[in-house]
């Protein structure tokens, strides 16, 4: 799985697990389609900030490949 940490890396469109703001102590991902990409600087260590087409915002921890099943 590509890493979240780096806005190159994250498309629109793409699916991505994310950790919500309230869900950061559980570390709860919450799965979606990438709608925005959140995040200005081309890196950042906690994960790239996106929204999600449901409108959830979040830091992106893992990209998941288009073949996953």
Do not use: A, C, F, W
């Amino acid at each position: 799985m590509s890493d979240g940490t780096k806005r190159s890396n994250v498309k629109i469109g793409q699916l991505v697990h994310i950790v919500q703001k309230h869900h950061q102590r559980t570390g709860e991902l919450t799965e979606g389609l990438v709608k925005r990409i959140l995040t200005k600087s081309p890196n950042h260590p906690h994960g790239i900030k996106v929204m999600l087409d449901s409108g959830e915002v979040g830091r992106v921890k893992e990209i998941i490949p288009e073949d996953y099943d």
